[in-house]
């Protein structure tokens, strides 16, 4: 199935502590982003690669490190978690010069 | 700086009515304008989308309608039905780069 893919689904995870999500996409497209969705459902962008490089860096702590290892891939890295990251992170993907987005299933992520 | 403003919050319709959400922009090299459906657990899907070079937009059900002066866009969902309960967020995109802003999305909720 041609998708985005996110794992883990779920990720329960005490404070402090570090942790990872990965995102693959086998759709072909260049372009690649974490979105953020907090408890009321807003949906923030916090990153955007293309072709393995940065091109979108919100104002997120920096706590928060992503990395692409190849333009179908890019993982998000968070370290020291915090109660307030709690919320669902998608990832998606795109060609940079269309405009439609493809969102993989999401990640809930749960401080406590 | 909200850039997209998206409302109602909620909306309750009955089966067979129709339901309208709307959007305002703000920045005038927003060129795409998307509306995505997202359901519980998943990530937001591509619903319809429209550029400003036209009014209206319709695919089956859904109809957007774009006031390019106004810098308003809204989604109407004919003959809604319970399988169209769902969280619905407007987007808009600019031809500088490849970032999508959302709306703060509209949680519509069909009644049988």
């Known amino acids: 199935d041609t998708a985005v893919s996110q794992t883990p689904k779920y990720l329960v995870t005490q404070m402090g502590n570090d942790k990872s999500i990965k995102c693959e996409q086998n759709?072909?497209?260049?372009?690649m982003y974490w979105y953020k969705q907090d408890s009321k459902k807003f949906l923030k962008i916090m990153f955007s690669y293309n072709n393995k490089e940065l091109i979108i860096n919100e104002t997120v702590p920096n706590r928060f490190s992503p990395k692409s290892p190849d333009k179908a891939h890019l993982n998000l890295h968070i370290n020291s978690l915090e109660l307030g990251d709690s919320a669902v992170y998608f990832c998606a993907s795109s060609h940079r010069d269309s405009y439609g987005y493809t969102f993989g299933s999401g990640t809930r992520l749960t401080v406590v | 700086q909200q850039q997209v403003k998206q409302s109602p919050q909620s909306l309750i319709v009955q089966k067979g009515g129709i339901s309208i959400i709307n959007c305002a922009y703000e920045?005038?090299?927003?060129?795409?304008f998307p509306w995505y459906q997202q359901f519980p657990g998943k990530g937001p899907a591509l619903l319809i989308a429209?550029?400003?070079?036209?009014s209206e937009k319709k695919e089956g059900r859904f109809t957007i309608s774009f006031n390019k002066s106004a810098k308003q866009f809204s989604l109407h969902i004919m003959d809604s039905q319970p399988g169209d309960s769902a969280t619905y967020f407007c987007a808009a995109r600019g031809t500088s780069g490849s970032r999508l802003t959302f709306g703060e999305g509209t949680q519509l909720t069909v009644n049988p």
């Open positions: 920045n005038t090299a927003f060129d795409y």
């Open positions: 759709l072909g497209h260049d372009t």
């Open positions: 429209i550029r400003p070079d036209v």
